[in-house]
């Protein structure tokens, strides 16, 4: 009921930034919560940051500083501001949604889109 699109990602230099974006569409009206999550190669996925429609976030103690979940419900859109990175954030980036739908909740997941940081 609910896919997600995601971009942003690449190859970028320790130090440097990128902005992830997803943008939901579907069944979007249920969506409650949307963030991030990373899998590194070999390790399993993680919590990155997320945030409530009602703009609560929270956000993995290895990027609390540096990163900056925000959202735009109007254009269901969410972005992950990425900024000192290091060679560390080197991950698939998932964009994740949590929804009520049917009173179930759902969970979805896009694509991934990959993090490549160099020393």
């Known amino acids: 009921q609910v896919q997600l699109v995601e971009s942003g990602g690449g190859l970028v230099q320790a130090g440097g930034s990128l902005r992830l974006s997803c943008a939901a569409s579907?069944?979007?009206?249920?969506?409650?919560?949307m963030g991030w999550y990373r899998r590194a190669a070999g390790q399993q996925r993680d919590l990155v940051a997320t945030?409530?429609?009602?703009?609560?976030?929270n956000y993995a103690d290895s990027v609390k500083g540096r990163f900056t979940i925000s959202r735009d419900n109007a254009k269901n859109t969410v972005y992950l501001q990425m900024n000192s990175l290091k060679p560390e954030d080197t991950a698939l980036y998932y964009c994740?949604?949590?929804?009520?739908?049917?009173?179930?909740?759902?969970?979805?997941w896009g694509q991934g889109t990959q993090v490549t940081v160099s020393s």
């Open positions: 945030i409530t429609n009602g703009g609560t976030t």
């Open positions: 579907g069944s979007v009206a249920g969506i409650y919560r």
């Open positions: 994740n949604a949590e929804g009520l739908s049917q009173y179930r909740k759902n969970t979805y």
